[in-house]
DNA sequence: TTATTAATTGTTATAGTATAACATTTATGA
DNA sequence: TCATAAATGTTATACTATAACAATTAATAA
């Protein structure tokens, strides 16, 4: 089963409330299908799978996280296995890296030209992670950046707190 | 030596031109030793080292690094050792964690009550890295994240890319 | 001072994250 | 089909961080 329906703590709830995860998960399989057909950039079974196993949830997972499920389906798979499809996947835009947690997360929304590098809301109760966009910080810290002549090639920008729902307890 | 006078490009230059660094290092220390005394908190000789070693230049440094260097003094000197005096300080606020690379880099402006989160400009070329006073970004963040009704408790900001030195060639 | 307690450091082992290097297989296009 | 490039297999190892328990040192009370 894909996604159980019994909704815990620890179940994703967006903002517009619960919704249905397995449209998450198809969404980001037809985007990225979509985005590297027309790169020419191929989305092989291994990286089509491990994109398939960071939309598990909504919650960063790490590489060797990853490699545990893989194992089960491909003996073969190793560290390099997993940590190729990521390289693949962080080139083409389709996931981000969470540093402060050594992990990786589905972007919801690829950029068809270029790789941005997300803003990131993390619950340090549930473990999800929501992607912002947020133009504005990026244009502030790029003003701040050329006041001392410095050029930004790219961000990271990850907030720790609670999200709405795990507040209430 | 502490400092080399003949600058290098790899040598760090501030907004302000070049500096004498020695000033920083001791600056640091002395902040640091006040900021402890005042809190009750024991700034021991590991921990005033692992500070200075920290402080030997304006470029994130590594635990290992640091442990490298430390083995020298201290034959005892273990990934304890270090990390241990690394979670002192990150506690005191007197270092901050580079989380884009496993490193840690002194705070020059360490707060007298809370430890802040800090703002980083780090340059791919030199390395450096220097804290902006961003409170209006931390602001901005803030109320993108309590339109999402999510709470903040920490953040890390760190932008990559050329300080003004750097572009030149 | 001395005994008691708490904090710090020593020591060994191991967990977790990531890449190097080279061999083999698979896909692509001439 | 053959040559080439891309992807994957395979083994080993480097780098980052913490667990667990012992020994030592500092702070505090008796
Ligand atoms: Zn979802
Ligand atoms: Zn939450
Ligand atoms: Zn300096
Ligand atoms: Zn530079």
Not at 13 to 32: E, F, N, P, T
Not at 120 to 146: M, P
Request: proline share 4%; with cysteine; glycine share 6%.
């Amino acid at each position: 089963m894909i996604h159980s329906k019994k909704t815990t703590k620890r179940d994703w709830v967006g903002s517009a409330g619960s919704h249905d995860h397995r449209v998450c998960i198809v969404d980001a399989l037809d985007k990225a299908a979509a985005l590297c057909s027309q790169r020419g950039a191929r989305l092989t079974q291994i990286r089509r799978r491990v994109l398939e196993l960071i939309w598990s949830n909504h919650r960063p997972i790490g590489a060797y996280s990853i490699l545990e499920v893989l194992k089960k389906e491909r003996t073969n798979a190793a560290p390099p296995t997993v940590y190729r499809a990521l390289d693949f996947l962080l080139k083409q835009g389709l996931v981000h890296r969470i540093q402060s947690q050594n992990a990786f997360i589905g972007c919801p929304n690829p950029d068809p030209n270029l790789q941005h590098t997300g803003t990131f809301l993390i619950c340090t109760d549930c473990g999800n992670a929501v992607e912002l966009e947020e133009t504005k910080i990026d244009r502030l810290l790029e003003i701040s950046a050329s006041n001392q002549g410095f050029v930004i090639e790219s961000r990271t920008i990850e907030a720790a707190g609670l999200c709405t729902d795990c507040q209430v307890n």
